[in-house]
């Protein structure tokens, strides 16, 4: 019922940086875990970084120090800020949505599984190249 939908993907050189945001104009996020994924061709989806409904954020090690996860609720969106792209970031990345009330009391912290979120949008593409 949630409806996301994510932009600003692309292709960028290794080095480079790229913005990416997920917004809904249906509902407020406020009271939603959020969550960013990436898959590639012929792995697993990987929850590589969280943030929770109070701001806080955590990351696998795989993007620490690179990306940067950021909410907006009064805009309802989500952000993800990404630095010093690498040949290995490249995937599909998706943005998801676990709502607190609804069993869930406490939001995961990543590295997180795809089966904890209920709600995805539709992925943004990014691709980087050397």
């Known amino acids: 019922q949630v409806q996301l939908v994510e932009s600003g993907g692309g292709s960028v050189q290794s080095g480079g940086s790229l913005r990416l945001s997920c917004e809904t104009s249906?509902?407020?996020?406020?009271?939603?875990?959020m969550a960013w994924f990436r898959q590639a061709p012929g792995k697993e989806r990987e929850g590589f970084a969280t943030?929770?409904?109070?701001?806080?954020?955590s990351y696998a090690d795989s993007v620490k120090g690179r990306f940067s996860i950021s909410r907006d609720n009064d805009k309802n969106a989500l952000y993800l800020q990404m630095n010093s792209l690498k040949d290995e970031d490249t995937a599909m990345y998706y943005c998801?949505?676990?709502?607190?009330?609804?069993?869930?009391?406490?939001?995961?912290?990543?590295?997180?599984?795809?089966?904890?979120?209920?709600?995805w949008g539709q992925g943004t593409q990014v691709t980087v190249s050397s």
């Open positions: 249906r509902y407020t996020l406020n009271n939603y875990c």
């Open positions: 998801a949505a676990d709502p607190v009330g609804l069993g869930t009391t406490k939001c995961f912290t990543a590295p997180t599984d795809a089966r904890n979120y209920d709600y």
């Open positions: 943030i929770d409904t109070e701001g806080s954020t």
